[in-house]
């Protein structure tokens, strides 16, 4: 992983996280001035290249009304008697070596961090408009949307994977389930790709979100029984005047 962020001129500094003994490692990475959370969790993820490794921050971005994650720096552990050390090139330096090693480091230029490129995937099978992915931009909207359809959002939390949990105070299908003041078992997520519908409950296990928005908006037709065949051409037109830099466009056939 430090040969992967040399060849971007980037530094990845190593430090015993256990003790030597145990093992653990962190890496460390330092940077002239903050970035976006999106451009350093894309670095983090080239870095790993797919390993089980946890990196921080954990997800692109976080809702306005949320909050990110707890992470411990470099220092004594938290229950042993036990400092970081910093690993040299050659070998794990001592405590007072790992102590001049830091104040030594210089931060990183932010510029070499790559932008996150946008992807559109072109794809050969039909698309069509009023599938869920269109239904809320944000996890906000949402649950706005919910609440305006009486359905009480006790808690919002994120996710790892980028998405949000909206907790509901009732289940709409049953309203005997999720009564609890710490019951999570009726949630909503929010996704980028659009809404997902759970209870865990045997009873309602079968509902999926378009059951849910059926239910809540007698207007609701599912995207499968209208069906409206995007309109390549204007598609196009619409990519090209969003993206002028082509760079940042990166068309994959699929």
């Not at 797919?50 to 994650?69: A, D, V, Y």
């Not at 690993?87 to 104040?103: K, N, P, S, V, Y």
């Not at 993206?243 to 994959?252: E, G, L, N, R």
Request: glycine letters at 8%; one cysteine or more; proline letters at 7%.
């Amino acid at each position: 992983m430090q040969d992967i962020a040399a060849d971007m001129r980037l530094r990845l500094h190593l430090f015993s996280s256990n003790g030597i003994e145990r093992g653990g490692i962190h890496g460390w990475m330092f940077f002239d001035r903050p970035l976006a959370s999106e451009r350093v969790f894309s670095l983090l993820k080239t870095i790993v290249g797919g390993q089980q490794i946890e990196t921080f921050p954990k997800q692109p971005s976080i809702p306005p009304t949320g909050f990110g994650n707890w992470m411990r720096v470099f220092g004594r552990h938290y229950k042993r008697a036990e400092w970081a050390r910093y690993w040299g090139g050659r070998g794990w330096l001592t405590a007072e070596q790992t102590i001049d090693a830091i104040l030594r480091i210089e931060p990183d230029d932010a510029d070499l961090v790559p932008q996150v490129r946008q992807e559109i995937r072109i794809t050969s099978r039909p698309i069509y408009r009023g599938h869920r992915r269109h239904f809320a931009e944000t996890a906000e909207s949402l649950q706005s949307w919910l609440e305006s359809k009486g359905v009480t959002v006790k808690a919002i939390k994120p996710c790892h994977d980028g998405s949000t949990r909206l907790i509901l105070g009732l289940c709409p299908f049953h309203p005997d389930h999720g009564d609890g003041p710490n019951d999570t078992s009726v949630v909503v997520f929010w996704t980028p790709s659009g809404p997902r519908f759970c209870c865990q409950h045997n009873r309602c296990k079968s509902f999926k979100w378009r059951d849910l928005r059926a239910k809540l908006d007698p207007d609701y037709v599912p995207h499968d029984l209208e069906l409206t065949p995007i309109n390549w051409e204007s598609l196009a037109r619409k990519v090209v005047q969003r993206y002028a830099d082509p760079d940042d466009v990166t068309p994959k056939r699929g």
